[in-house]
């Protein structure tokens, strides 16, 4: 077993002390029970196990792992019993990913990510070269994004992180930390109170604590009133928590983000604890997404990810480009990455009445329904007043979203790219390159088409792959997509020819 | 409304009529499972009632019968010098548009029930995870004789079709 022959080489020594120090994180859960069963028995000498065991595992694994770039592929084999060469031709190269755990960090370590852009997203197709000098992986990243790129010969960075005017870096964006402010406004801090309260209460079951309000404990005699004050101040802790969590949560994943341009390439680096530096070749940048969320739209921001073809679905969320910031901020960075900032900031084309009709019915159908269901409810249940409330509430909330999706929904066909918005509590506005474009998906219910709508759907390698334009008057439709890619879809027209000219102006 | 003077025409191939044969068939099994369901729940239970039965099994027996006849006058295929063309649904219509340059895969597949009755299903895909074109109900030998053409044409226009092409980001001659 020499280390060195036919190029084959292992990785940095020092991940003889990560490795261990990951297996026994993953090993934790079964350590435990064997340390609890240990101790019941009363068999001594188990504990060491705990140590044994994990410091085995990862000296194995650190042996058996090796790889090597040579002709003209990448190629990772591991596995002491089962072994396992993994291959990928340097030209099929598309993403590379530096990460940086904590422990990484601490020895001067990263983790390379090889990403290829293939549909499978299973664990064990991933190209992870966990544990290289930053310097080598840098290096690495250099050769193989410069080898996968047609040769016209511009220079490889060593160093890509630091943006020096004299090279052509371009940075476009630096995260201002006080932007954290808009934390609080997007979903992720629900998604955090929810994990908390979850696992709180069922440590609290765990534990036996009973979790009770009683009436009679609460001071006073005006019992409603405490009652009252109790879930309001019930409600401004909770706000509180979730507001910290979700700020220290954006702190965390975009700490010091950059997001600069060197030729061929954008370049991403963010993070606190863990470090995340993403390359984005330009080629693969089919375009961008503008997510502006109710909350956030209400305090003028918005956030923006890119659409980026051939990353990973699992990793869908490595596109992200601009966390929650203000509102100009994002669609500036929207038109840099885009090439041109009409895209982001032209007025849309609106849908029509029959559109607004759609959207009004759809939102108060529901709505005038669970108000009857309130109505009745309170007629005929001990419900009291509430069946009454929950139906005097949901109307002009429905009216309201109503309202708000007629004024999002709209479409535009500029500089070569196709602008789609909608939806309210999660507006946001697609800009797809149109040749991006690899197909067109015309949806119609009977519904849709006595109102002479159509759904139309641009299909694409990157992103969610689509890029949907709902409730679309059908000739504006074809219109759009014969625009975006010509003659593609005139050949199926009723009339084989070129669509008449709009009756309205266009850009 | 509908006053729109262009739409597009209806593809002109039409899947094989067995298809229609298989779709009764295969639409009368399920029918008949959910009724035999139904029935043992009156049997068993003393919440559903008999006079449940004949409603529901009429409904079925509509949707049975129905629902294929709709899908097959819906269901239609057309393959052009540079592109594919789908039409498939019952209610809610689809049509769906590639073009041939970006085809990456052509995949010729037998259900069961598309076995006893001759049938195969050719899906188109492009490098969109959304936007397969899938033809349902094709006559055995039409379906092979397609996938041979796609596979020819998708070589002669486009990027070659492979496990993990580039075409993604290449641009569309």
């Given at each position: ?176 930390p006080?932007?954290a402010?808009?934390a609080p406004?997007?979903?992720t801090g629900?998604?955090l109170l929810?994990?908390v ?43 509180l928590v979730v507001s910290a969590l979700s700020v220290a949560a954006y702190l965390l994943t975009s700490w ?16 606190l604890l ?234 | ?173």
């Amino acid at each position: 077993m020499n280390g060195e022959t036919d190029g084959w080489q292992r990785l940095d020594r020092r991940m003889l002390l990560v490795n261990p120090v990951q297996e026994f994180m993953k090993l934790l859960p079964a350590l435990l029970g064997l340390l609890v069963a240990g101790t019941a028995i009363g068999v001594r000498g188990w504990q060491l196990l705990a140590l044994v065991v994990p410091v085995v595992l990862g000296t194995v694994r650190y042996l058996t792992t090796r790889y090597r770039v040579a002709d003209g592929r990448v190629e990772l084999r591991r596995g002491l019993l089962s072994r396992r060469t993994l291959a990928v031709p340097v030209d099929r190269v598309r993403t590379v990913d530096l990460t940086a755990p904590p422990v990484h960090r601490l020895l001067g370590l990263v983790t390379v990510r090889i990403g290829t852009g293939t549909a499978s997203s299973r664990e064990e197709d991933s190209l992870d070269l966990d544990g290289l000098p930053v310097a080598a992986a840098r290096t690495l990243r250099a050769a193989l994004l410069r080898a996968g790129e047609p040769a016209d010969g511009h220079r490889p960075d060593d160093d890509l992180l630091r943006p020096d005017p004299d090279r052509a870096v371009r940075t476009v964006l630096r995260l201002d930390p006080a932007w954290a402010r808009y934390a609080p406004l997007t979903g992720t801090g629900l998604v955090l109170l929810a994990t908390v309260v979850g696992g709180g209460l069922q440590l609290a079951t765990t534990l036996g604590i009973e979790l009770r309000l009683h009436a009679d404990d609460l001071p006073g005699t005006s019992l409603p009133v405490a009652g009252w004050l109790v879930v309001l101040i019930g409600l401004v802790v909770t706000l509180l928590v979730v507001s910290a969590l979700s700020v220290a949560a954006y702190l965390l994943t975009s700490w010091d983000l950059v997001l600069s341009h060197r030729p061929g390439a954008w370049h991403l680096v963010r993070g606190l604890l863990t470090t995340r530096e993403t390359t984005l070749d330009d080629d693969r940048v089919a375009g961008a997404v503008l997510h502006e969320p109710l909350g956030l739209r209400l305090a003028g921001a918005a956030h923006l990810s890119a659409i980026v073809t051939g990353l990973d679905r699992s990793r869908a969320g490595s596109a992200t480009l601009v966390p929650p910031a203000p509102a100009a901020v994002a669609a500036g960075v929207g038109g840099e990455v885009v090439g041109t900032p009409q895209p982001l900031d032209v007025a849309l084309r609106t849908h029509g009445p029959a559109a607004t009709r759609r959207r009004w019915a759809r939102a108060l159908g529901p709505a005038v329904l669970l108000a009857a269901l309130g109505v009745v409810a309170t007629l005929t249940l001990p419900v009291g007043i509430w069946g009454v409330v929950l139906a005097v509430l949901a109307l002009p909330v429905a009216a309201g979203l109503a309202h708000d999706r007629t004024r999002s929904l709209g479409h535009a066909l500029v500089a070569g790219h196709l602008v789609a918005r909608s939806g309210s509590l999660a507006r946001s506005r697609e800009v797809l390159a149109t040749r991006h474009v690899i197909g067109w998906t015309l949806r119609d219910t009977v519904v849709q088409r006595r109102a002479g709508l159509v759904t139309l759907t641009a299909t694409t390698a990157g992103g969610d792959q689509a890029v949907t334009v709902p409730d679309v008057p059908l000739e504006a439709a074809l219109r759009l997509a014969d625009d975006a890619v010509p003659g593609l879809v005139s050949q199926f027209l009723a009339v084989p020819e070129r669509l008449p000219d709009p009756p309205s102006t266009r850009d | 409304m509908g006053t729109a003077t262009s739409d597009l025409r209806e593809p002109h191939e039409r899947v094989c009529p067995r298809a229609r044969l298989m779709w009764w068939c295969t639409h009368a099994i399920g029918a008949t499972v959910l009724l035999a369901v139904l029935v043992v729940g009156v049997v068993l239970t003393d919440t559903l009632r008999w006079w449940l039965v004949p409603p529901v099994a009429v409904v079925l027996a509509a949707y049975a019968v129905a629902v294929p006849q709709w899908r097959y006058l819906v269901h239609r295929w057309e393959v052009t010098a540079t592109a594919v063309y789908t039409q498939t649904g019952w209610w809610a219509r689809e049509r769906r548009i590639a073009p041939i340059s970006r085809v990456q895969t052509v995949d010729l597949e037998q259900g069961a029930a598309a076995r006893v009755f001759g049938l195969a299903t050719v899906t188109v895909t492009t490098a969109s995870a959304a936007g397969p074109l899938a033809i349902p109900g094709l006559d055995l030998d039409v379906a092979r004789a397609l996938v041979d053409e796609l596979t020819l044409r998708a070589d002669a226009t486009g990027p070659a079709p492979g496990p993990a092409p580039r075409a993604a980001g290449d641009d569309a001659t």
